[in-house]
């Protein structure tokens, strides 16, 4: 089988004898496209120049529209409206005390970036203030004892 395949078998051809016959299909191909007689375009509807400026309202919409003289109108710069305005419930963190109190400093405004722990407010509590006193007066007579 060996001996067959050897029998079929060419001896390489070098590259510039191999590419010979290609280069020469690819010159004739462009010089026979350059010969032939000039190809006009297809006929193209052109879409005429329109200015950027200029409003073209269609029939189906005419209606809608009112043309009137340029003249100085006042305008309102403000508008009183009814509505109503509500927090985004999911972008709304409860936050609250353990004890009561009055707020006597705020620390961190709506918007802020706070951390974990962070102290929002300062509060003043009574009832903090007397609980913190009945543990130092039950830790001291534990002391004692």
């Known amino acids: 089988m060996q001996a067959i ?3 079929f078998k060419r001896p390489p051809l070098p590259l510039a004898t191999s590419l010979a016959p290609l280069a020469l299909a690819l010159a004739c191909a462009f010089t026979l496209t350059a010969c032939g007689p000039a190809d006009k ?3 193209v509807a052109e879409a005429p120049a329109t200015d950027p400026m200029e409003v073209r309202v269609k029939p189906e919409m005419a209606a809608q529209f009112q043309v ?3 003249a100085p109108v ?3 710069p403000t508008q009183d409206v009814a509505g109503r305005i509500e927090a985004n419930d ?3 963190t409860r936050i609250g005390a353990s004890v009561t109190g009055r707020v006597t400093d705020v620390l ?3 918007g802020d970036r706070v951390k974990t722990g962070q102290a ?4 003043a509590s009574p009832e903090l203030t007397t609980a913190q006193l009945a543990y130092l007066r039950a830790h001291a007579a534990s002391q004692l004892a």
């Open 5 to 7: 395949m050897n029998h």
């Open 41 to 43: 375009p297809a006929a």
């Open 68 to 70: 009137q003289k340029l």
């Open 74 to 76: 006042a305008l309102v």
């Open 90 to 92: 999911r972008l709304v």
């Open 108 to 110: 961190a405004e709506v």
């Open 120 to 123: 929002l407010a300062h509060v």
